[in-house]
C-alpha cells in the first residue's frame, strides 16, 4: 500500500493491518489508530494534528516496530502502551506526544532486554518520558525542554547537541550517556550521576563552576 496526498478526518484505522505501509505527504486529522498493526509502516512528510487542535491521533496499544515518521508533525500524539522497538522518528515535531506505557525495549526475560529507538532532531517539548527505558538508543539533537523524564533511563544512550530544561536533571539515569555539546547549566554533580558520560572540553566548566573549581585552558 502506498498512499500520498491524502487528507483522512476522524478516520478509524483501528486494529487494521497496516504493515509496511507507506504514507507520503497526507494528513490524518483526529484519527484513530489503536491497536493497528503499522510494524515496518514509513510515513513522510505527514501531519497528524490540525492547525489550532489540541488533540493529536490515537496510537494507544499500536504495533510500532521498525516504524519510521520522517518530517512528521506528531504533537500532541498518543502513544500510551505502543510497542515501540526499532521506531524511527526523524526531523519531527513531538511536542506533547504521551508515551506512558510505550515500550522500546524487547525483553528476553524479565531482567534481560534490549532497547531500540532511532529518534534525532525531533522537538520533544513537554512530551512525556515518565519511566521509560531508552538505553543504548539514538537519541540525539533532539529538543527535550518542558518533557517529563521523570524515573527514565537513557543509559548508554546518545543524548549529544540535546536541548534540556534546567530541572530535568536529575529526573533520570543518564550515565554512560554521549552528553557532548549540551548546555549543562544547572547539572550539579555532587546530586546527579555523571559516570562514563562523554563530554567536551569547553563543558567541564559549566559541571565544575558550581563547586567553585576555576578552569583555565591549557
Known amino acids: 500500500m502506498h498512499i500520498t496526498n491524502k487528507t ?22 483526529r484519527c484513530n489508530f489503536n491497536r493497528a498493526n503499522l510494524s515496518d509502516a514509513a510515513f513522510i512528510e505527514c501531519q497528524f494534528i490540525e492547525r489550532g487542535d489540541v488533540d493529536g491521533c ?62 534525532s ?14 538505553e543504548k538508543c539514538e537519541l540525539f539533537e533532539n529538543k527535550w525542554n518542558g518533557a517529563n523524564l521523570l524515573g527514565a533511563t537513557f543509559k548508554g544512550s546518545d543524548l549529544s547537541r540535546g536541548e534540556f530544561s534546567p530541572e530535568a536533571w536529575g529526573q533520570f539515569d543518564m550515565t554512560e550517556c554521549n552528553l557532548c555539546h549540551v548546555d549543562l547549566t544547572g547539572l550539579d554533580i555532587r546530586r546527579v550521576s555523571v559516570a562514563k558520560v562523554t ?20
Open 199 to 218: 563530554i567536551c572540553d569547553w563543558q567541564q566548566e559549566q559541571l565544575l563552576e558550581p563547586l567553585g573549581v576555576v578552569v583555565l585552558p591549557g
Open 8 to 29: 483522512f478526518t476522524e478516520h478509524d484505522f483501528s486494529e487494521q493491518d497496516l504493515q509496511d505501509a507507506r504514507f507520503e505527504n497526507c494528513q490524518f486529522y
Open 58 to 119: 490515537q496510537f494507544e496499544y499500536t504495533k510500532l516496530k521498525d516504524a519510521s515518521f520522517k518530517h512528521c508533525d506528531l504533537s500532541m500524539a498518543q502513544f500510551r502502551g505502543a510497542q515501540c522497538f526499532g521506531i524511527e522518528l526523524r526531523d519531527s515535531q513531538l511536542k506533547g506526544a504521551d508515551f506512558v506505557l510505550a515500550s522500546f525495549a524487547n525483553y528476553i526475560t524479565h531482567n534481560t532486554f534490549f532497547c531500540s529507538a532511532y529518534i
Open 121 to 134: 532532531r525531533c522537538n520533544l517539548s513537554y512530551a512525556n518520558f515518565e519511566n521509560q527505558r531508552l
